[in-house]
C-alpha cells in the first residue's frame, strides 16, 4: 500500500498543505512547531478515521476555523483508491471511500493500515493497563472484524451494567434478575474477547522478541505477558464471585476490561527496572513487532510514520532502525526531524533513497 499524495485544509495549524509522496522513504524537516508531526496525524486520520493525539475531532479544526478536510490518494496493490475525511463543528463526521460514504466508520478500519512511533508511545510503559489494552485492541481490530464488532458491543454493555449497580446503590435496592440480562451479554462477548487477545499474545510475543533481539543486539531477556481475570475460571463464574463486590464499589470489578500486558526485561519489570535505553528499545520492538504482525496478516506493507524517531535515540539504536529501513524490511516511511543536515547524513550513511519535504 503507498500514498500517493495528501492534502489538508483547516487542519490543525494549515490552512491548506499538499505534498506529493515518494514510494520510499519521505522526511518532513523543519523548526519546532511549524506542523510536521501534523501531517503526520493526518495520515494517521486517514487510516483509523480519527487522530493519533487527539481524540476529539473538533479540536483538530484550526482555530477560528468551522471544518477542516483531509484528502488522500493511495495504490492498494494497483488499485488506485481515494481516501476523504471531513468534520464540521455540529455536524456529523464523514469519511468517504472513492467519493462513497462510509454509513459506520468501524467499516474502513484495517482497509488502510498504519502504524505511528511517537515519542508518546512511552506510556505503553508508564502509563495505565487502559493503554495497554487500546495497543492490544489497535492491532487485532485491524484484521478481525468480529472483534471490533464484539469489542464496542461489550463497552456499551458493561456502560449500561455499571449505570445499572450506580442506581441499585441510590435507591438502596437490588434485582439480581435485571442485572443477570447484561451479565448474559458480558460473557458471550467477553469470551470472544479474551480468545482472541490469549490467541495474538501467543503469536505476537516470538515477533517481538526477534525484533527486540535484533535492535538490542541480543544482550537481554524480554517478554509480553497477558493477564486477565478470565485465566483462572470462567467469566461466569468469576462474575458470580465479584457480585458481593460489584454491588458495594457501583463497578464492575471484573472482566476483560480489566486485563493487562506485563512487560518484563530479564524477568523483572520494564517500568521499574529497565533503563532509559532499555524502555526506548522495548517500545520500538512493540511497533516493530506490530508492524511486521500487520504486514504478515493484511499481506501488504502498512505506511509506517516516525514522528521525531532521531532525536530520541541514541546512535546505535539509529543505526539498527536504518539497518531495517535499508534491508527493505519496511515499505513506505513518513519521518519528521528538526535537522535537515542529521537525516541527509543518517540515511546517506545507510545508501538509503529518500524524499526531503521542507515544512515552514
Known amino acids: 500500500m503507498k500514498l500517493k499524495n495528501l492534502n489538508i485544509i483547516n487542519f490543525k495549524n494549515y490552512d491548506s498543505y499538499e505534498f506529493v509522496a515518494g514510494d520510499g522513504i519521505n522526511c518532513f524537516v523543519g523548526n519546532n512547531g511549524v506542523g510536521k508531526t501534523n501531517l503526520l496525524d493526518a495520515i494517521y486520520y486517514l487510516s483509523y478515521c480519527k487522530s493519533f493525539f487527539n481524540s476529539a475531532d473538533i479540536q483538530n ?17 494497483k488499485v488506485p483508491e481515494k481516501l476523504y475525511c471531513g468534520v464540521k463543528k455540529g455536524q456529523k463526521k464523514k469519511f468517504k471511500r472513492n467519493s ?35 495497543f492490544l485492541d489497535g492491532i487485532i481490530a485491524q484484521f478481525d472484524k468480529k472483534y471490533l464488532e464484539c469489542l464496542l458491543k461489550y463497552n456499551k454493555v458493561l456502560k449500561q451494567r455499571n449505570a445499572l449497580l450506580k442506581y441499585f446503590q441510590k435507591e438502596r435496592k437490588w434485582n439480581d434478575e435485571d442485572l443477570l440480562a447484561w451479565d448474559s451479554s458480558l460473557v458471550d462477548l467477553g469470551e470472544y474477547i479474551f480468545k482472541m487477545r490469549l ?20 544482550k537481554e531477556n524480554v517478554n509480553i505477558e497477558y493477564v486477565s481475570q478470565l485465566k483462572d475460571s470462567s467469566y461466569e ?28 526485561l530479564n524477568k523483572y519489570p520494564v517500568k521499574k527496572f529497565g533503563s532509559q535505553g532499555q524502555q526506548k528499545s522495548f517500545l520500538l520492538a512493540l511497533k516493530f513487532g506490530q ?3 500487520l504486514k504478515k496478516s493484511k499481506g501488504y506493507f502498512p505506511v509506517l510514520l516516525l514522528d521525531d524517531i532521531f532525536d530520541k535515540l541514541d546512535h546505535e539504536r539509529i543505526s ?36 526531503l519535504i521542507t515544512i515552514g
Open 291 to 293: 508492524f511486521s504482525f
Open 61 to 77: 479544526i484550526k482555530y477560528e476555523e468551522e471544518f477542516f478536510v483531509i484528502e488522500g490518494n493511495y495504490l492498494l496493490g
Open 199 to 218: 490467541e495474538f499474545v501467543e503469536e505476537f510475543v516470538p515477533i517481538f522478541n526477534e525484533r527486540y533481539g535484533f535492535i538490542s543486539g541480543d
Open 100 to 134: 462513497k460514504e462510509y454509513e459506520r466508520l468501524v467499516d474502513h478500519i484495517g482497509l488502510f493500515v498504519s502504524v505511528m512511533v511517537s515519542p508518546r508511545d512511552s506510556e505503553l510503559i508508564l502509563g495505565g493497563s487502559d493503554v495497554r489494552r487500546k
Open 237 to 264: 463464574s468469576q462474575l458470580l464471585n465479584y457480585r458481593e463486590k460489584d454491588r458495594i464499589s457501583a463497578y464492575s470489578n471484573c472482566g476483560v476490561h480489566k486485563d493487562d500486558l506485563i512487560f518484563t
Open 320 to 355: 539498527k532502525l536504518m539497518d531495517l529501513v535499508s534491508r527493505n524490511e519496511f515499505g513506505q516511511v513518513f519521518i519528521t526531524d528538526t535537522n535537515e543536515s542529521r537525516v541527509r547524513s543518517i540515511l546517506e550513511s545507510h545508501s538509503v533513497d529518500f524524499n
